[in-house]
């Protein structure tokens, strides 16, 4: 931190107080412990875990309206705090080893830094740094997220407001023309997987795509959709130059197509 509490006695109030109900000749020390033991105060650092390491919630601003998503999980987590006096290191003991955060899965929208850095090593663009490298800084930046430098002491309104309006395009035209070029390594690394199993029908060679862009969860909609668009253009061949060439250019433009599907916002 830039600031930290000092307690100075020359400057402070000895006189009576009242604080959240509680009177006495307070110091900073004793707000503090004051605040953590508000119920509030639980509930508070409980939604903020469950939003961080689980699935994302409603903006901060509207939890006095909103209830969370899943209330005993969040009562669980107050539990944990309130039994623990305060201990963080005891919610996110309970957090890891609980139900609601094993079966979570691809519940949360990928910040502009995480869809970035995912798919820059997917892709393999930055192996290090090198000219340009500061691009991807910028590019969170037209995302809607400038790095180290969030709008106020909120933070960035996260979940569905990263995929609103115009910053869905960008995120999907960033990814899309990443994934589509069959010149980067890490493509190149698919397409010499997806090579080695020769000769695929549409469906293995949507399923081996899918497969090769790592553990997302894609709907049925999104595999009928790739499947719609490799049964037009055909599986991959290998047999002569050509086709060599063709299956490669198949590849990119169904990496494309996966890196520009709703599914993929999502981790």
Request: proline share 5%; glycine share 8%; aromatic share 10%.
């Amino acid at each position: 931190f830039y600031w930290n509490f000092e307690y100075r006695p020359e400057d402070h109030d000895n006189g009576e107080k009242n604080f959240l109900g509680h009177v006495g000749n307070f110091n900073g020390e004793d707000i503090i412990d004051i605040v953590v033991k508000q119920p509030a105060t639980a509930r508070f650092l409980a939604r903020h875990l469950y939003n961080f390491f689980v699935a994302d919630e409603p903006q901060v601003p509207s939890w006095n309206i909103n209830p969370p998503n899943d209330q005993d999980a969040i009562d669980q987590l107050v539990a944990a705090y309130d039994e623990s006096d305060g201990n963080l290191r005891a919610m996110l003991r309970v957090l890891f080893n609980s139900d609601f955060f094993k079966n979570a899965r691809f519940a949360h929208v990928k910040s502009p830094a995480e869809l970035v850095v995912s798919t820059v090593r997917l892709a393999g663009n930055f192996q290090g740094p090198r000219p340009g490298f500061n691009s991807l800084a910028f590019e969170c930046n037209y995302q809607g997220q400038e790095l180290l430098n969030p709008p106020s002491v909120e933070s960035w309104h996260t979940g569905g407001e990263w995929i609103d309006g115009g910053a869905l395009v960008r995120r999907v035209n960033f990814a899309a023309g990443l994934l589509g070029d069959i010149t980067l390594p890490g493509v190149k690394a698919i397409i010499s997987d997806l090579k080695q199993r020769g000769a695929t029908t549409p469906q293995e060679f949507v399923d081996g795509c899918l497969d090769l862009v790592g553990p997302l969860d894609f709907s049925e909609s999104t595999k009928a959709e790739l499947l719609d668009q490799a049964t037009e253009d055909g599986g991959l061949n290998w047999e002569s130059e050509t086709e060599s060439e063709r299956s490669k250019q198949k590849i990119g433009v169904m990496l494309a197509l996966i890196a520009a599907s709703r599914d993929f916002q999502f981790a």
